[in-house]
């Protein structure tokens, strides 16, 4: 493969897909609203129904603000990670995959563009959710944005690559309903995207705060969290890697017509 040839697929697989993206003016849109109301809602609403005390050291609605902007963060990352992984679908359905797979470049690198190229729209969306922080006073570094970039890459790679492997399994656009049902908002809930984990164990929900240990999400919300404030969080980042590299590999296998899933499929 020449390096030409690789650049020049990357260009047309992200020129497709930030197309698609801004044709479909409701997707942005959706994707900024719904951690919006996290924020200013739920946030709210946790306080008054339960009270400062028991999100402690949150003394305030502001601080607790503060506390849910980087799980808000992932959260964006997350769905437009499982939405990438139902455009996959489509393309499946609608024969795009099968025509993109027999180009003459090596599978892993299609699939690896595919894959910068939902990252890419990660990446807008989450610095999107950060101008829409900053106009509603979050109080976040001035500096955050910048020093958590390789974060939100690392972690962008990594759920996008959960959502490429998640689309080997889902046959029809139907079941996606079923994916979020049981991927997404399972991976969003038992994680410290929302609350503290210690506040779980101290709750006495051992169980809940055994299984945040084997979320892979739960470690790019700390990674985010962390680098938000110029930190490195050694162990969310050996996690996340090791999860991308474990999630993307699988993904190569499954699409190998000869071997993974696909072949199985046909057979």
């Not at 699939?111 to 910068?116: A, I, N, P």
């Not at 829409?132 to 790679?157: H, K, Q």
């Not at 938000?228 to 999860?243: E, M, R």
């Amino acid at each position: 493969m020449r390096a030409a040839h690789g650049f020049n697929a990357f260009v047309a697989l992200s020129s497709r897909e930030t197309g698609k993206f801004l044709r479909q003016k409701g997707r942005l849109f959706s994707a900024l609203v719904r951690p919006a109301l996290w924020l200013l809602v739920f946030a709210a609403g946790f306080q008054n129904v339960f009270g400062v005390a028991v999100i402690p050291p949150y003394e305030s609605y502001i601080e607790y603000e503060v506390y849910l902007t980087p799980g808000l963060l992932c959260m964006v990352m997350l769905f437009n990670g499982m939405q990438s992984s139902l455009t996959m679908v489509y393309d499946r359905e609608m024969g795009l995959m099968r025509l993109l797979l027999t180009a003459p470049l090596p599978r892993w690198y299609i699939l690896f563009c595919k894959l910068l190229a939902g990252t890419l729209l990660s990446l807008l969306q989450v610095y999107s959710f950060l101008v829409i922080c900053w106009l509603f006073e979050v109080d976040l570094p001035l500096l955050g944005p910048l020093t958590a970039l390789p974060a939100f890459l690392l972690a962008a790679l990594m759920l996008g690559s959960l959502g490429l492997l998640l689309s080997i399994t889902v046959k029809q656009l139907e079941n996606f309903a079923g994916m979020m049902n049981f991927v997404i908002f399972p991976m969003f809930f038992i994680s410290p995207a929302l609350y503290p984990l210690w506040k779980l164990e101290e709750a006495g929900a051992e169980v809940v705060f055994q299984i945040a240990q084997y979320n892979p999400f739960t470690y790019a919300v700390e990674l985010v969290r962390f680098a938000l404030y110029g930190q490195l969080n050694v162990q969310a980042l050996a996690v996340v890697s090791a999860a991308f590299l474990v999630f993307f590999l699988l993904a190569v296998w499954g699409y190998d017509p000869q071997k993974g899933v696909v072949a199985r499929r046909k057979s």
